[in-house]
């Protein structure tokens, strides 16, 4: 699921900024954003709704999987559960016309993507969970797609946070992935403990959830901070001339985002030598950042549990 949703993601954002078709112009429209990350999330371009997208494979490889490891024969279970998925894809899209972000023409195209997408993904999700739990060279194989695509990938017409989104995602699919092959067989195969059940009890899921989370969220930080020390180290130890757009100010000439500042970062991917004066070691950041987090997720965490009995 984890890595279906940075698939996602990615193919989702790379059309957005080859096709840099905008939202719903407003006025006349009215657009709701009552959040921060609402106010983020509308400078991003509409075509395809990633919502849309998302919920469409998402949900559909839920109820794939659900449906598959449960081995329902029954018809009307199958048919409920596709309602309930129609029904669900449908409200999105709906709701994300009524608070004024898309179109109906993103809503279509948000649809026809992610089931192509999920079409996809079943066809080789199975593939890619014996690569990651058995195949040769998984983490450094990972660590060069992930660097991949921080370069592979459109610059917009106009700068959005669609780049920072993919690297975020490209940064958790990387950290589950290396930590999932090295440790499957000892925290995560098929007979683990599952929860309501003898071997998992209500109080020691309790514990884990207190265990876990903030672990999770320390190591979230400190990856953060890490990278926010290494990263210009490193890069001023190579010669490798940065800047960076929002995470070390010092490194920002003029203190702001400016719109030239930014796009540039996004189409000078960290460590990529081009035409450009500086990288944007924010990328680096991020990424590392968020590997972190996941890494924690499949890897440290359980191996905490371990050591705790929980």
Same mark, same amino acid.
């Given at each position: 699921?984890? !890595?279906?949703?940075?698939?996602?993601?990615?193919?989702?954002?790379?059309?957005?900024?080859?096709?840099?078709?905008?939202?719903?112009?407003?006025?006349?429209?009215?657009?709701?954003?009552?959040?921060?990350?609402?106010?983020?999330?509308?400078?991003?371009?509409?075509?395809?709704?990633?919502?849309?997208?998302?919920?469409?494979?998402?949900?559909?490889?839920?109820?794939?999987?659900? !449906?598959?490891?449960?081995?329902?024969?029954?018809?009307?279970?199958?048919?409920?559960?596709?309602?309930?998925?129609?029904?669900?894809?449908? !409200?999105?899209?709906?709701?994300?016309?009524?608070?004024?972000? $898309?179109?109906?023409?993103?809503?279509?195209?948000?649809?026809?993507?992610?089931?192509?997408?999920?079409?996809?993904?079943?066809?080789? $999700?199975?593939?890619?969970?014996?690569?990651?739990?058995?195949?040769?060279?998984?983490?450094?194989?990972?660590?060069?797609?992930?660097?991949?695509?921080?370069?592979?990938?459109?610059?917009?017409?106009?700068?959005?946070?669609?780049?920072?989104? $993919?690297?975020?995602?490209?940064?958790?699919?990387?950290?589950?992935?290396?930590?999932?092959?090295?440790?499957?067989?000892?925290?995560?195969?098929?007979?683990?403990? #599952?929860?309501?059940?003898?071997?998992?009890?209500?109080?020691?899921?309790?514990? #884990?959830?207190?265990?876990?989370?903030?672990?999770?969220?320390?190591?979230?930080?400190?990856?953060?901070?890490?990278?926010?020390?290494?990263?210009?180290?490193?890069?001023?130890?190579?010669?490798?001339?940065?800047?960076?757009?929002?995470?070390?100010?010092?490194?920002?000439?003029?203190?702001?985002?400016?719109?030239?500042?930014?796009?540039?970062?996004?189409?000078?991917?960290?460590?990529?030598?081009?035409?450009?004066?500086?990288?944007?070691?924010?990328?680096?950041?991020?990424?590392?950042?968020?590997?972190?987090?996941?890494?924690?997720?499949?890897?440290?965490?359980?191996?905490?549990?371990? $050591?705790?009995?929980?």
């Amino acid at each position: 699921m984890t !890595l279906l949703m940075a698939f996602c993601d990615y193919l989702g954002n790379c059309i957005k900024d080859v096709v840099s078709a905008p939202r719903p112009s407003s006025p006349p429209v009215r657009r709701i954003t009552a959040t921060k990350d609402e106010k983020e999330n509308a400078l991003e371009y509409g075509l395809p709704s990633s919502h849309t997208l998302n919920t469409v494979c998402l949900s559909g490889y839920l109820l794939h999987y659900v !449906l598959s490891y449960t081995q329902y024969e029954d018809a009307s279970m199958k048919f409920v559960g596709l309602a309930l998925v129609c029904l669900l894809v449908g !409200l999105i899209g709906l709701g994300r016309i009524y608070l004024g972000m $898309h179109s109906l023409v993103d809503i279509i195209g948000g649809l026809a993507v992610g089931l192509v997408i999920l079409s996809f993904w079943l066809t080789v $999700h199975q593939y890619v969970d014996i690569f990651v739990v058995s195949g040769q060279n998984v983490t450094s194989f990972w660590a060069a797609l992930s660097f991949l695509l921080l370069f592979a990938y459109p610059t917009p017409e106009l700068p959005t946070p669609s780049f920072e989104y $993919h690297t975020a995602f490209n940064g958790v699919a990387f950290g589950i992935v290396a930590g999932i092959q090295q440790t499957y067989h000892q925290f995560h195969h098929e007979a683990v403990a #599952r929860i309501f059940t003898p071997q998992l009890t209500i109080p020691t899921f309790v514990g #884990r959830m207190l265990v876990g989370i903030p672990t999770i969220l320390l190591v979230k930080f400190c990856s953060k901070a890490l990278a926010k020390w290494i990263l210009p180290v490193v890069s001023n130890t190579l010669g490798i001339p940065i800047k960076s757009t929002s995470y070390i100010p010092s490194l920002n000439g003029n203190g702001k985002k400016s719109d030239k500042i930014k796009q540039s970062g996004y189409s000078q991917k960290l460590f990529f030598f081009s035409q450009q004066d500086s990288f944007d070691v924010d990328t680096g950041i991020r990424f590392i950042q968020y590997a972190g987090l996941a890494w924690s997720v499949v890897d440290l965490v359980p191996s905490l549990f371990s $050591h705790l009995s929980l």
